[in-house]
């Protein structure tokens, strides 16, 4: 059974930082595209960034120089390093294969930017 568990979201202040955790099972994790999702509250699931398995890694372009996607593939688990958070960075952030696994979504985390 493929499962993604997200942990590390919070609330932060503007300008802040926060490393998200994504531990990944029922999946052959060294060999997937790993990514990780953003839905701010009323609004579609986007795209946040994404790392081959080869180590390669794109990101949407507006958040280039602010966020960090690795992996550890001893541990299946995705990163993400997010700094100089500002508020319309406020969303439910996920893992999952990239393109993603529809069908298995996990619980995600809450990042809140806010003073």
């Known amino acids: 059974q493929v499962q993604f568990v997200e942990s590390g979201g919070g609330l932060v202040q503007p300008g802040g930082s926060l490393r998200l955790s994504c531990a990944a099972s029922?999946?052959?994790?060294?060999?997937?595209?790993m990514a990780w999702y953003r839905q701010p509250s009323g609004k579609q699931r986007e795209l946040v960034a994404y790392?081959?398995?080869?180590?390669?890694?794109t990101y949407v372009d507006s958040l280039k120089g602010r966020f960090t996607i690795s992996r550890d593939n001893a541990k299946n688990t995705v990163y993400l390093q997010m700094s100089s958070l500002k508020p319309e960075d406020t969303a439910v952030y996920y893992c999952?294969?990239?393109?993603?696994?529809?069908?298995?979504w996990g619980q995600g985390t809450q990042v809140t930017v806010s003073s």
């Open positions: 029922g999946i052959i994790f060294r060999f997937q595209n």
């Open positions: 790392v081959t398995d080869g180590f390669g890694t």
């Open positions: 999952n294969t990239y393109p993603p696994n529809n069908g298995q």
